[in-house]
């Protein structure tokens, strides 16, 4: 897979961490240094951290669903996707009830916009991609992206909150798509 579409992986996986962040830049009085960096390492971790756990949970099955690999990713990617979709467009409230001030909801937040990445490390297990490159590159937007949010929802407030998950979901289906029709036809 190229650096390209790892990076559109990334960005499509951190968009939870975008809404997420900038739904906090909305709510916070002063922004401070410190509290960004602490989100956004968080944030970055925990991205790294999942779909690594994935890769090595996929390690296991590998053999035994070799067949039909580019499936799983398929239906995998599609499903993160269009969870992403469906939440931004039916259930925007979800993002409201958020606050990273305390540590236990920020490392709850962390986590539950990174399960996604879980899935996402499965999928790379199976097409036997290397998990290196993803998972640095992950963990590094996650980084930049809850930083970027974190700001832009300071200045902008809550008109684009609801866009990013659109986004992030669009780009995994399309990528989803992409890797069964590569698999199936033998396309790149």
């Known amino acids: 897979m190229d650096f390209w579409t790892l990076l559109l992986i990334?960005?499509?996986?951190?968009?939870?961490?975008?809404?997420v962040s900038?739904?906090?830049?909305?709510?916070?009085?002063e922004l401070r240094m410190r509290h960004a960096l602490?989100?956004?390492i968080t944030f970055g971790f925990m991205h790294a951290l999942m779909p690594t756990i994935g890769w090595f949970a996929g390690l296991g099955m590998r053999p035994y669903i070799q067949?039909?690999?580019h499936w799983i990713a398929f239906v995998l990617l599609t499903f993160v996707g269009g969870k992403m979709i469906f939440e931004s467009v039916w259930r925007p409230e979800a993002s409201k009830r958020r606050n990273t001030q305390e540590l236990v909801?920020?490392?709850?937040?962390?986590?539950?916009?990174?399960?996604?990445?879980?899935?996402?490390?499965l999928s790379f297990s199976f097409l036997r991609l290397q998990i290196v490159l993803?998972?640095?590159?992950?963990?590094?937007?996650?980084?930049?992206v809850s930083l970027l949010g974190l700001y832009a929802g300071k200045r902008l407030g809550p008109r684009f909150e609801r866009y990013a998950g659109l986004v992030?979901?669009?780009?995994?289906?399309?990528?989803?798509l992409r890797v069964l029709l590569e698999?199936?036809?033998?396309?790149s």
Do not use: K, Q, Y
């Not at 993803?134 to 930049?144: E, R, T, Y």
């Not at 992030?168 to 989803?176: K, N, T, W």
């Open 10 to 19: 990334a960005l499509g996986l951190t968009m939870d961490c975008f809404a």
């Open 38 to 40: 602490l989100v956004g």
């Open 168 to 176: 992030g979901g669009s780009l995994l289906i399309g990528i989803g």
């Open 67 to 69: 067949a039909f690999d």
């Open 183 to 187: 698999h199936t036809f033998g396309t």
């Open 134 to 144: 993803p998972v640095i590159l992950i963990g590094l937007v996650a980084f930049c």
């Open 105 to 121: 909801i920020l490392l709850t937040l962390a986590w539950a916009t990174s399960i996604d990445a879980l899935a996402v490390g």
């Open 22 to 29: 900038l739904a906090e830049g909305v709510s916070l009085r």
